[in-house]
Antibody, heavy 121, light 111 residues
Framework: QLQLQESGPGLVKPSETLSLACTVS??????????WGWIRQPPGKGLEWIGS???????YYNPSLKSRVTISEDTSRNQFSLKLNSVTAADTAVYYC?????????????WGQGTMVTVSS | QSALTQPASVSGSPGQSITISCTGT?????????VSWYQQHPGKAPKLMIY???KRPSGVSDRFSGSKSGNTASLTISGLQAEDEADYYC???????????FGGGTKLTVL
């Protein structure tokens, strides 16, 4: 059974870089033909797609965040990661990783439980 | 402001049917049959309920159905149950520049 688990610091200082990892169990991200994505949700607000990485390593980013986001994969750890630089309080949110069905679908079918990240000094 | 417009709240009594709308534009909802819907209970991760406008993932009750007309997609829940009380979000592919956009969410209250 496929499971995803986010990990990383819960507190990040303004102007620094937010770094999160998503560990995938039950499937190999290097052997899979799926896409893997990050979505966030500020407290009390809606969902926002951040970006996704294809099994080939190709990345796709939300244009509004593209200048600050990097998504990469570590196949040796069966993980994919998110880096968001120059963070502000507006980046405070629950961050989810998810399996992203892309071709002909564009939906997120398996989600991690989410991890809360607060940006504060 | 979200790219897709949903009503902030809807309500219904057990056994009734409700419909949640999701209005976009000809650049997203109206141009692609790639609308998905998610259910989110408080403190939990979203759950995929509908994809490809009308398709249900395995395990999702057939009380949930999706449709689309023009730039507006809809999620209908029939035979409302207390466990359906949650937030619901729509999402649509929006082309190779924007990629994907979510709605602002709708809080469903089962009276």
């Amino acid at each position: 059974q496929l499971q995803l688990q986010e990990s990383g610091p819960g507190l990040v200082k303004p102007s620094e870089t937010l770094s999160l990892a998503c560990t995938v169990s039950g499937d190999s991200i290097s052997m899979s033909t799926y896409c893997w994505g990050w979505i966030r949700q500020p407290p009390g607000k809606g969902l926002e797609w951040i970006g996704s990485i294809y099994y080939s390593g190709t990345t796709y980013y939300n244009p509004s965040l593209k200048s600050r986001v990097t998504i990469s994969e570590d196949t040796s750890r069966n993980q994919f990661s998110l880096k968001l630089n120059s963070v502000t309080a507006a980046d405070t949110a629950v961050y989810y990783c998810a399996r992203h069905l892309w071709n002909g679908v564009w939906a997120f079918d398996i989600w991690g439980q989410g991890t809360m990240v607060t940006v504060s000094s | 402001q979200s790219a897709l417009t949903q009503p902030a709240s809807v309500s219904g009594s057990p056994g009734q049917s409700i419909t949640i709308s999701c209005t976009g534009t000809s650049s997203d909802v109206g141009n692609y049959n790639l609308v998905s819907w998610y259910q989110q209970h408080p403190g939990k991760a979203p759950k995929l309920m509908i994809y490809g406008v009308t398709k249900r993932p395995s395990g999702v009750s057939d009380r949930f159905s999706g449709s689309k007309s023009g730039n507006t997609a809809s999620l209908t829940i029939s035979g409302l149950q207390a466990e359906d009380e949650a937030d619901y979000y729509c999402c649509s592919y929006a082309g190779s520049s924007t990629f994907g956009v979510f709605g602002g969410g709708t809080k469903l209250t089962v009276l």
